[in-house]
């Protein structure tokens, strides 16, 4: 053999000798990474279902979830600031007599477990009646609560004088405005009249709105009623409106104005109607004996009608 293949037989068994000597990670070392990587991924994917689990458990058991309706008072939980109580939207949701505090106790009890103290497959309690917690009581009693509308509608065609006076039946009332197109259902009639009241909300007295018949499109007008001011269930009673002062129109049309001189009554849905301070109060059988305070006066809830004590 001579030099040359001596050296071509140790050459490969050099390199093997200096790739077996190179520096690197041990097998042992690439183990224990991977080993350390694995623990942190499993720790991760822990930590994130059972943050994913608690947030399903809270979304899902929102009785519906922010589209549904805990408290079944037609508010959604999204926009309901008492999601747990049954109120009304001119309230936001919540009953007239709620405190902030009572609102953010009810707030903090559909976000707990279950949502508004509610098991699935229950119904939460109403029928005219809320529970009303009061901060630093350990029970709750039961309040009544009146239905509230914002706004009432009286139709009719008033225009010659053997029209007038008349009775009538009030067409609508309406948890916000008459003709204002943000309550479904509150349209004025026909539509004639929607977006042609004022919609400013009262402090003191109740609105009125007005639609007088005409073929080629009602007439539109509203008044103000004096707080006290009672629409009767079973008989007709005048508004004791003062046109004077406290009848508007924004066309400035004056026929509507007739049919506040006619005598006028509630429909069973709402009950015998009282105004105070910007909203009428229905009185219904659910509110049988409840009273209301208007002013310094005190009205009683008897046989679906409101009496003056």
């Given at each position: 053999?001579g030099?040359?293949d001596?050296e071509?037989?140790?050459?490969?068994d050099?390199?093997g000798?200096?790739?077996r000597?190179?520096?690197?990670l041990s097998?042992?070392?690439?183990i224990?990474s991977?080993?350390v990587?694995?623990?942190?991924?499993?720790?991760f994917?822990?930590i994130l279902?059972?943050?994913l689990s608690?947030?399903?458990?809270?979304v899902?058991?929102?009785?519906g979830?922010?589209q549904g309706?805990?408290?079944k008072?037609?508010?959604?939980?999204f926009?309901?600031?008492?999601p747990?109580?049954?109120?009304?939207s001119?309230s936001d949701?919540?009953p007239?007599i709620?405190?902030?505090e009572q609102?953010k106790e009810d707030?903090?009890?559909?976000?707990?477990?279950?949502?508004?103290g509610?098991?699935?497959?229950?119904?939460?309690v109403?029928?005219g009646?809320?529970?009303v917690e009061?901060?630093?009581r350990?029970?709750?009693e039961?309040?009544?609560?009146?239905?509230k509308?914002?706004?009432i509608?009286?139709f009719?065609?008033?225009?010659d004088?053997?029209?007038?006076p008349?009775?009538?039946?009030i067409?609508?009332a309406?948890?916000?405005?008459?003709g204002?197109?943000?309550?479904?259902?509150?349209?004025?009639?026909?539509?004639?009249c929607?977006?042609?009241?004022?919609l400013q909300?009262?402090?003191?007295?109740?609105?009125?709105m007005?639609?007088?018949d005409d073929n080629e499109g009602?007439?539109?007008?509203?008044?103000?009623v004096?707080?006290g001011?009672?629409i009767?269930?079973?008989?007709?009673?005048n508004?004791?409106?003062d046109?004077?002062?406290n009848?508007?129109?924004?066309?400035n049309?004056?026929?509507?104005?007739?049919i506040f001189?006619?005598?006028?009554?509630?429909?069973d849905e709402y009950g015998?109607?009282?105004?105070n301070?910007?909203?009428?109060?229905?009185?219904k059988e659910?509110?049988?004996?409840?009273?209301?305070q208007v002013?310094s006066?005190t009205?009683?809830?008897t046989g679906?009608?409101?009496?003056?004590q």
């Amino acid at each position: 053999m001579g030099k040359r293949d001596a050296e071509k037989e140790i050459l490969p068994d050099n390199r093997g000798v200096m790739m077996r000597n190179k520096k690197g990670l041990s097998p042992l070392g690439i183990i224990g990474s991977l080993l350390v990587v694995a623990v942190v991924v499993i720790l991760f994917l822990f930590i994130l279902n059972k943050w994913l689990s608690s947030q399903s458990d809270i979304v899902g058991g929102q009785i519906g979830g922010v589209q549904g309706d805990a408290d079944k008072d037609s508010i959604r939980n999204f926009f309901d600031k008492c999601p747990c109580t049954f109120g009304d939207s001119i309230s936001d949701g919540c009953p007239a007599i709620f405190t902030e505090e009572q609102k953010k106790e009810d707030v903090k009890k559909y976000n707990s477990e279950p949502p508004c103290g509610i098991v699935a497959g229950e119904a939460p309690v109403r029928i005219g009646t809320t529970t009303v917690e009061h901060v630093g009581r350990e029970e709750p009693e039961q309040a009544i609560q009146f239905k509230k509308y914002q706004s009432i509608e009286i139709f009719g065609d008033a225009i010659d004088e053997e029209d007038l006076p008349k009775d009538g039946t009030i067409r609508l009332a309406c948890t916000g405005f008459v003709g204002g197109e943000v309550v479904p259902d509150c349209h004025s009639e026909d539509n004639d009249c929607d977006g042609e009241f004022n919609l400013q909300p009262l402090k003191d007295g109740c609105w009125v709105m007005a639609s007088e018949d005409d073929n080629e499109g009602n007439d539109c007008g509203q008044a103000r009623v004096d707080d006290g001011t009672i629409i009767p269930l079973r008989e007709f009673k005048n508004l004791k409106v003062d046109v004077i002062n406290n009848y508007l129109s924004l066309p400035n049309e004056g026929d509507p104005k007739n049919i506040f001189s006619w005598r006028w009554k509630s429909k069973d849905e709402y009950g015998s109607l009282l105004c105070n301070k910007g909203a009428w109060y229905g009185c219904k059988e659910v509110n049988e004996g409840k009273t209301k305070q208007v002013n310094s006066l005190t009205y009683k809830c008897t046989g679906s009608e409101w009496v003056k004590q």
